[in-house]
C-alpha cells in the first residue's frame, strides 16, 4: 500500500522526524496537534478555545485526505489540567456529538509550550484508499 504524509509545515517537523499526518490504504493516523497557528499559540488560557481550533486543524487535515470527521474513530486528549474537561468535552461534543468515537482524556505534566492546555491525536478509518483531494 501507498504511503501518504501530510507535512506539518512546523520547524519541527524535520527536527524531530514527524508529519501531520500519514495514510495507509484506508487508515489515517494525526499527530498530536496543538492550537498553534504560524508558530503562535491560539487561545492563551482558554481549553474550550484551544480545542475547538485543534479540532477544526484535525478536520482541515483529513479532508485534505479525501477523508472527514465522520471516519474518525478514535480521539486522544491530553490535557495539562483535567479540571477544565468540561470545556475540552463540550468542544469535543461539538464536532463528536453524532460519531462518537472511542476517546481517552489524560492529564499530563506539561506540553511542549507551556501555554498550551490540549493537544489531541485522532485515528479515522476512510472508504477512499489511496486517493488524496
Same mark, same amino acid.
Given at each position: 500500500?501507498?504511503?501518504?504524509?501530510?507535512?506539518? *509545515? =512546523?520547524?519541527?517537523?524535520? %527536527? $524531530?522526524?514527524?508529519?501531520?499526518? +500519514?495514510?495507509?490504504?484506508? $487508515?489515517?493516523? $494525526?499527530? *498530536?496537534?496543538?492550537?498553534?497557528?504560524? *508558530?503562535?499559540? +491560539?487561545?492563551?488560557?482558554?481549553?474550550?478555545?484551544? =480545542?475547538? &481550533?485543534?479540532?477544526?486543524?484535525?478536520?482541515?487535515?483529513?479532508?485534505?485526505? *479525501?477523508?472527514?470527521?465522520?471516519? %474518525?474513530?478514535? =480521539?486522544?486528549?491530553? +490535557?495539562?489540567?483535567?479540571?477544565?474537561?468540561? @470545556?475540552?468535552?463540550?468542544?469535543?461534543?461539538? &464536532? &463528536?456529538?453524532?460519531?462518537?468515537?472511542?476517546?481517552?482524556? %489524560?492529564? %499530563?505534566?506539561?506540553?511542549?509550550?507551556?501555554?498550551?492546555? +490540549?493537544?489531541?491525536?485522532? =485515528?479515522?478509518?476512510?472508504?477512499?484508499?489511496? @486517493?488524496?483531494?
Amino acid at each position: 500500500m501507498r504511503r501518504i504524509n501530510i507535512p506539518a *509545515g =512546523t520547524i519541527w517537523e524535520d %527536527v $524531530v522526524g514527524y508529519s501531520r499526518a +500519514v495514510k495507509i490504504g484506508n $487508515v489515517i493516523e $494525526v499527530s *498530536g496537534t496543538a492550537a498553534v497557528n504560524n *508558530g503562535q499559540v +491560539v487561545g492563551k488560557g482558554n481549553a474550550y478555545e484551544q =480545542t475547538k &481550533f485543534i479540532l477544526e486543524k484535525i478536520k482541515r487535515t483529513l479532508e485534505s485526505l *479525501g477523508s472527514g470527521m465522520k471516519d %474518525v474513530i478514535r =480521539t486522544r486528549i491530553y +490535557v495539562t489540567d483535567i479540571s477544565k474537561w468540561e @470545556e475540552i468535552g463540550k468542544a469535543h461534543g461539538e &464536532f &463528536f456529538k453524532d460519531i462518537k468515537p472511542a476517546t481517552s482524556m %489524560v492529564e %499530563v505534566k506539561s506540553l511542549i509550550d507551556h501555554e498550551m492546555i +490540549v493537544e489531541i491525536e485522532a =485515528t479515522a478509518l476512510t472508504d477512499s484508499g489511496d @486517493e488524496v483531494n
